[in-house]
């Protein structure tokens, strides 16, 4: 087998220490491997690098397409950037692969039969980091949620299902509140949901599910969710699978994938030879799936489940009922390394058969074509305090001109005016809806901008409110 040229970083904290031992395990296993290492973390950050990684590096990464990443610590403060983030953004890697496997009796749970994989959407949602302080009272962070990345990111993870031999994949949204961004990744997940009639499919909203999957976790299978729900779930099923230390995840794009243990680097453990190295040996094998050295990573797998029952354990899962044998991170290398070609006798043994799944090879986004969009009205935000509704209504229907008339004042979301309820609250930020009978230019909201200025009114936010072929592409105001 010719061997699979790789990225490799030793981070810093236990980084070092468990990226060895996982080489030496996955290299015993028979990995065919060209290791290309480049500097993260610390040092790079000391050198007054802000990203942690050299820009030379991506080249490297680029060139290899394979990222084996340890964990680094990140400075608090100091303009320094995650390199994690960056890493996904530089890389394009949407998507976001985390197992989550209960190993009763050997390592402490309380949801014995869980096995659960999330796939978390990695580029979108209110990660994008685009925030702003719009009035003295009110900040505001955009969700942008899009049509091709709603789409890569379920057939990612109904290609992950079938490449994995998984049953179901479950979608999470909140879309009884949020109808459109929300609305529209549970619209993308029916319309390809039957592409895979082999897969079961079902959706919850999010909050419920969430309950549910604390609760009953072994009742799901693959669940694909957005960024942030993702980011938040996927630290609840490492964690009430008792198995934080011992996670691994994968980075997936289109020109490179990226794999690694879930924990951070742990810095009181460092250079200790204490830290476990089996979440970063998990993304290690999650890695030799997606280059296809599938037998060495199941060899690697069920060696590893061997070394667990075997009560051969680190000081962070050892306990005195299941475990025989208290070791540090290089013994515990050396007792895998001595049951490769063994396997589990109690936990289920592993077989992988397939990659990861990948959407690049035959997908097509469903691009829907707009025939007609047209702009039928405008929400001006406008910071005012000190003001009752109707007082903001009297001042704002003044701006009234060219067809445009103001229909509504919200705060908050809340409908206010007309005809608001005195127990609403408000705060100095106003939503002030004008609406059309006909379509109007973009002239048309630039002259109402001017009617505000020339008002002496501070508005801090402008959206146009669009129909897309007919169909009005904004949601109403409660109450509206
Ligand atoms: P952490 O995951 O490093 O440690 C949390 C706890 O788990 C600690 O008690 C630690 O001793 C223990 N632990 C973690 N990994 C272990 C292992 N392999 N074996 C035994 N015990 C282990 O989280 P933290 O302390 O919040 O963060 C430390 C640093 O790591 C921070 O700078 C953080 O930004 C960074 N971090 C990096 C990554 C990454 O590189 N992917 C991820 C998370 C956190």
Redesign the pocket.
């Known amino acids: 087998m010719s061997k699979t040229p790789i990225t490799v970083a030793y981070?810093d904290?236990?980084?070092p220490e468990?990226m060895r031992a996982t080489l030496d395990i996955i290299t015993a296993a028979g990995a065919q491997l060209e290791l290309h290492e480049i500097e993260i973390?610390e040092k790079v950050y000391a050198r007054g690098i802000t990203a942690g990684i050299d820009p030379e590096s991506w080249d490297t990464l680029l060139a290899t397409k394979v990222f084996l990443?340890?964990?680094?610590?990140?400075?608090?403060g100091g303009g320094f950037k995650?390199?994690?983030v960056t890493a996904r953004k530089t890389l394009g890697l949407y998507a976001n692969v985390r197992p989550a496997v209960a190993y009763a009796p050997f390592v402490e749970t309380k949801h014995p039969g869980m096995d659960v994989v999330m796939v978390r959407e990695n580029e979108e949602d209110t990660y994008a980091g685009i925030e702003h302080r719009q009035s003295v009272e009110v900040t505001q962070c955009l969700k942008l949620i899009s049509r091709p990345g709603c789409e890569k990111i379920v057939r990612y993870a109904f290609e992950y299902a079938r490449a994995n031999g998984r049953k179901k994949v479950t979608c999470f949204t909140k879309d009884n509140i949020m109808k459109m961004t929300d609305g529209l990744f549970h619209k993308v997940f029916d319309e390809i949901a039957p592409l895979y009639p082999d897969i079961e499919n079902e959706h919850w909203i999010v909050d419920i599910g969430a309950a549910k999957l604390a609760d009953t976790p072994e009742i799901f299978d693959v669940i694909v969710t957005l960024n942030l729900y993702g980011d938040i779930l996927s630290d609840v099923t490492a964690q009430i699978a008792g198995s934080?230390?011992l996670a691994g995840s994968a980075n997936i794009g289109e020109k490179a994938a990226m794999f690694?243990?879930?924990?951070?680097?742990?810095?009181?453990?460092a250079g200790q030879n204490?830290?476990?190295?089996?979440?970063?040996l998990h993304g290690a094998i999650l890695m030799l799936v997606h280059i296809g050295q599938i037998e060495v990573a199941t060899k690697v797998h069920n060696a590893w489940l061997r070394t667990i029952e075997d009560g051969v354990h680190?000081?962070?899962i050892y306990s005195e009922a299941h475990s025989t044998e208290k070791v540090g991170?290089q013994e515990f290398a050396q007792a895998v390394i001595a049951r490769l070609g063994q396997s589990p006798q109690t936990l289920k043994a592993v077989e992988y058969k397939a990659g990861m799944g990948s959407v690049d090879a035959d997908y097509k986004e469903q691009k829907t074509a707009v025939v007609k969009q047209e702009i039928i009205g405008v929400d001006l935000f406008v910071q005012k305090a000190g003001v009752t509704p109707d007082e903001m209504g009297a001042i704002m229907q003044k701006l009234d001109g060219e067809g445009l008339q103001l229909r509504m004042l919200s705060n908050r979301g809340v409908k206010v005016w007309p005809g608001g309820n005195a127990a609403t609250g408000t705060v100095d930020h106003w939503r002030c809806r004008y609406y059309t009978e006909n379509p109007i230019a973009q002239q048309q909201i630039v002259n109402l901008m001017q009617r505000a200025v020339d008002a002496g009114l501070y508005f801090n936010h402008v959206e146009a409110l669009q129909t897309f072929d007919g169909e009005k592409a904004f949601s109403l105001g409660q109450g509206e």
């Open positions: 981070g904290g236990i980084g468990i973390g990443k340890a964990p680094i610590t990140t400075p608090q995650s390199l994690n934080v230390g690694e243990a879930i924990h951070g680097s742990a810095p009181r453990r204490v830290a476990n190295p089996s979440g970063l680190t000081y962070d991170t």
